[in-house]
């Protein structure tokens, strides 16, 4: 078993008002720009049919938010809370990662992949390492410091970040309809897993990497002229309802256990002593 201690704050407060302002900001530099120098797909029913599509319309809009979530941290003063995060989680836990990480490389589409251009693949890759590292400093960084400061527990801090992460997602029915608003809700569920890479990894880092991969694996036949099906597809989409299924079961069993210290260290037993001494 393992004792936290509960770290002092540091830097500036933010409210969690106030973070819903700076989501709307980082939305706004998103999605307007997006819409401001976006490329025209040219009727093609591919999301990323060329290099300048995933530049204009998703590179420099989200390296742009990256940027943006940057320099709150650091106004803030949290870079260390928010690259380091302490709240111990149980062995199993590190299925989380490890399968989202497996499901999104044997899930790539890689024949796909292969047939496009060198600047076509190169700029994805950076597109969807932008978005892992820019929604996971927004959500599982600011967003969890933001909730756990206020003094929530664990699992509030968990649901409210990923709440606000899908939601976030909804500005996407603009231009995908109705579809965003399932999307969202599947965008939440991988927020908690995201939040549980945060946990047991100790750092940041770890769901930065599941996220840019992920992102990654799920696009991978959305590039070149044409949509193509790849059979490795459905390992995201299995995944995601077993730890759907695997979080619920062991809903109870994720903290790790902890005993509280004492003023001084850990307490001590008392001596028994026979009656009458």
């Given at each position: ?66 940027l ?8 803030l ?46 700029s ?24 756990k ?19 976030v997602?909804l500005?996407?029915?603009f ?13 939440s ?52 309802v ?20 004492a ?9 028994v ?5």
């Amino acid at each position: 078993m393992s004792a936290i201690e509960s770290p002092p704050q540091r830097g500036r407060r933010l409210t969690w008002p106030w973070f819903l302002v700076v989501v709307v900001v980082y939305l706004a530099i998103i999605q307007g720009l997006g819409a401001l120098i976006g490329a025209d797909r040219g009727g093609s029913a591919s999301q990323f049919p060329t290099t300048e599509v995933v530049v204009r319309n998703g590179l420099i809009p989200i390296g742009l938010s990256v940027l943006f979530g940057a320099a709150v941290v650091t106004w803030l003063g949290w870079w260390g809370e928010v690259l380091r995060y302490r709240a111990p989680v149980r062995r199993w836990v590190w299925f989380v990662p490890i399968s989202m990480l497996a499901a999104a490389l044997l899930g790539m589409n890689y024949p796909n992949l292969a047939d496009q251009p060198v600047s076509l693949v190169l700029s994805l890759i950076a597109m969807t390492a932008c978005v892992g590292i820019g929604e996971e400093l927004m959500f599982r960084g600011i967003g969890v410091q933001v909730f756990k400061r206020a003094g929530l527990s664990e699992g509030k801090v968990a649901l409210y970040s990923s709440l606000i992460f899908g939601a976030v997602h909804l500005s996407n029915a603009f231009g995908e309809g109705a579809q965003a608003v399932l999307q969202a809700v599947i965008v939440s569920t991988s927020g908690y897993f995201f939040y549980l890479c945060l946990r047991v990894g100790g750092t940041l880092l770890l769901p930065m990497l599941v996220h840019g991969l992920w992102d990654l694996g799920l696009i991978s036949s959305l590039v070149g002229s044409e949509n193509k099906a790849y059979a490795g597809m459905v390992l995201p989409i299995l995944l995601q309802v077993v730890l759907i299924v695997l979080v619920v079961v062991k809903r109870r069993s994720i903290a790790a256990e902890t005993v509280p210290l004492a003023a001084d260290g850990p307490a001590t037993p008392e001596p028994v002593t026979a009656p009458g001494q």
